[in-house]
């Protein structure tokens, strides 16, 4: 298996200043927000590569840096061994962008309210000039709406069926590659569960690789293939999804293992994690988890640990064995 | 038990009346807690969960009203409350915490001056004692450095640190009963753990009643001690937490546990409910559940909807699962 999408070294940094005037006026320094640091991994095709963590770790950021939505300040992104960022040829350019697709997490504001269903799907197209006759017809099929919905308004459906439109858009320019950012998080447990059968039967129908991108473990593990864990905008931990539920090894991952609500824990006592996530515009030195960590050692605050890799774990910390 | 109980929900009906007939978000609801009891009330959205606790707060909007029923406070019945008498018991009597830390906090004002400004309506002290007993209730949420954070706003706090902020401030005149309406829903998971953890706490030492609200069946099974399943205004099961979460009967919330993956699965699929709630402008003659449920029989279909107490008192449902039925059903 070859990898589809490369992430190397890739960073991104975003300018949340004041305005210069204000800046003068109160001597304020720039501030600088570090959202996504120094982030290598690969995505084989045909697999489902699953980044999890909190608010603010990046994942997002991550998902629109892949799409093209934001331009990364350092570092590569390669989808079929195209670099969107630096590659000049717009045929090239052109033939990626339609293999890679995109679903958001809240499907009330990623429909426009004022065109048809039947012009939602069809767009990804239609913008590069494709034949979209019946299109949309056959997509909302297969994703389990019927065909006369094609003529219907978005407020017409409720949140788990414009999920699903969603779903037959980013399908129709017949990607490779769909990035999901949090799809789910939006909708009820019962039609969560009909929206994660349905990418999972869809990925096995069109050999469709996945990004996912989600806060909830218990998503991430029914999905993924290989998980990376986020933690301020580092990749902390990797591994093939049995081998980190089964034995994770950083610090971090476990604390978020540990903390997550289980069904079968009734009146659990848990000892609940210490502190929270800091703030990313001054991280703190070295490794981004020492204050919290209960394993930290002095070096931990010096220096920054590098990805290692343990069996089939890549892990970023200096105690991890 | 309502002679324990703190509060006491009886028969309620909220209704509202629209230009196409009246509504019933919330259809002959009853249930009570006692003092130092979580009940977890889940349910999807527009399940009339987030409904049921705006009545028995008395924050129901307009049009939205209370037609039949009661909400008993220790006895008291506080439904019929208007105006002063019933402003007199929010906040004294009866706490609320909000989804939304950041809106439930007045942004212009001090967290200190917003606690002190509730004790001093509530309670009968000074302006010092309130101020310390300010102090005391921000230490006991979890606070660091209280004395000298109670002079900062809203917004010089992280998301949790604000909902131990709102905590504290439905606790601080110590109440008899918490409504929390999907405390931890905007919160990290790691927070969120800290957030249950200290719930659990004050609930035990206080003896608190607490109704907790949220569709996250995981928060339910580690805080709650008895949970109520809702579904479209009505009960569908009422019961201690580890009997309903365990060994449903009511076929819908056996299909809710089925439909949340869980890691002893693995990668199977996951067992889904076909359709969706029904809207309350559509709700079908029958068991509101029927037309989504495999257990389903003509009496369901045609026969007003089964209520809790005309059942077995646990699932308001004509045909429940038996205890030892679930795994058949799964398998």
Redesign the interface.
């Known amino acids: 298996m070859s990898a589809i999408i490369k992430v190397e070294n890739l960073t991104r940094i975003f300018d949340v200043s004041k305005p210069w005037l204000n800046r003068v006026i109160e001597r304020q320094p720039r501030a600088l927000l570090t959202a996504v640091s120094e982030v290598s991994f690969e995505v084989p095709e045909n697999s489902v590569y699953a980044l999890v963590g909190?608010?603010g770790s990046g994942k997002s950021t991550i998902g629109k840096i892949i799409v093209g939505l934001v331009p990364p300040t350092k570092g590569r992104v390669e989808i079929e061994g195209v670099d969107l960022a630096s590659e000049t040829d717009k045929a090239r350019i052109d033939a990626v962008r339609a293999d890679i697709q995109m679903i958001f997490q809240d499907p009330y504001a990623s429909l426009n309210p004022r065109w048809r269903v039947r012009d939602i799907i069809a767009e990804p197209v239609a913008a590069r000039g494709g034949k979209t006759e019946g299109l949309a017809e056959r997509l909302l099929e297969q994703v389990g709406l019927s065909a006369q919905d094609a003529g219907k308004y978005p407020h017409e459906f409720?949140?788990?069926?414009r999920q699903r439109i969603c779903i037959a858009r980013a399908l129709s320019s017949e990607p490779k590659i769909i990035v999901c950012d949090e799809p789910t998080s939006a909708l009820?447990?019962?039609?969560?569960?009909?929206v994660?059968?349905l990418m999972?039967d869809l990925r096995e129908e069109f050999g469709l690789t996945y990004l996912f991108i989600s806060?909830d473990?218990?998503?991430v593990?029914?999905m993924a293939d290989v998980i990376g864990v986020l933690y301020l905008g580092r990749l902390v931990e990797e591994a093939p999804r049995d081998v980190l539920?089964s034995n994770p090894k950083h610090p971090y991952t476990r604390?978020?293992f540990?903390?997550?609500?289980?069904?079968?824990?009734?009146?659990?006592?848990?000892d609940?994690?210490k502190g929270?996530?800091p703030d990313a515009i001054n991280p703190p030195s070295g490794c981004a988890f020492h204050p919290r960590c209960p394993l930290a050692v002095a070096r931990c605050s010096s220096e920054r640990p590098d990805m290692r890799r343990i069996g089939e774990t890549r892990v970023a910390c200096h105690l991890a064995q | 038990m309502s002679n324990t109980s703190v509060l006491s929900v009886r028969d309620l009906v909220v209704e509202i009346p629209t230009r196409h007939g009246i509504l019933r978000p919330v259809d002959h609801v009853s249930y009570d807690i006692a003092a130092g009891e979580i009940l977890g009330v889940v349910g999807e959205s527009g399940a009339g969960k987030s409904m049921t606790g705006n009545a028995v707060i008395g924050l129901l909007d307009p049009p939205a009203r209370i037609t039949s029923g009661q909400v008993l406070l220790s006895g008291q019945p506080v439904h019929s409350l208007k105006g002063e008498a019933l402003r007199r018991l929010r906040g004294k009597r009866m706490g609320m915490i909000f989804q939304d830390p950041l809106t439930s906090l007045n942004p212009l004002l001090t967290i200190g001056d917003q606690l002190t400004e509730t004790i001093l309506e509530h309670l009968d002290v000074s302006q010092s004692e309130a101020r310390r007993r300010a102090i005391a209730a921000l230490d006991e949420v979890g606070i660091p450095a209280a004395r000298q954070r109670i002079g900062s706003y809203p917004h010089e706090f992280s998301g949790g640190m604000r909902q131990r902020v709102v905590i504290a401030l439905a606790l601080c005149a110590e109440p008899d009963l918490v409504i929390a309406d999907e405390p931890t829903t905007a919160l990290d998971v790691s927070v969120q753990a800290q957030i249950i953890v200290l719930l659990k706490r004050l609930c035990r030492e206080r003896g608190v009643a607490v109704m907790l609200v949220t569709h996250d069946m995981g928060v339910i099974a580690e805080a709650a001690d008895r949970v109520a399943v809702m579904y479209a205004g009505r009960l569908a099961e009422l019961g201690p937490v580890r009997e309903v979460l365990g060994r449903a009967r009511h076929p819908y919330t056996a299909g809710l546990m089925a439909s949340t993956p869980l890691a002893s699965q693995g990668r199977a699929r996951l067992r889904q409910i076909p359709g969706a709630m029904p809207r309350l402008d559509a709700l079908p003659p029958g068991c509101a559940f029927a037309p989504r449920c495999e257990r389903a029989q003509a009496r369901c279909r045609e026969e007003p909807g089964p209520m809790l107490d005309t059942c077995d008192g646990r699932a308001a449902c004509w045909f429940p699962l038996e205890t030892g039925e679930k795994e058949e059903a799964e398998a």
């Open positions: 909190e608010s409720s949140g788990g069926q009820d447990v019962s039609v969560q569960s009909q994660l059968n999972s806060h473990l218990t998503v593990h029914h539920f604390m978020l540990d903390a997550a609500p289980r069904m079968d824990a009734y009146g659990r006592e848990v609940p994690p929270e996530i």
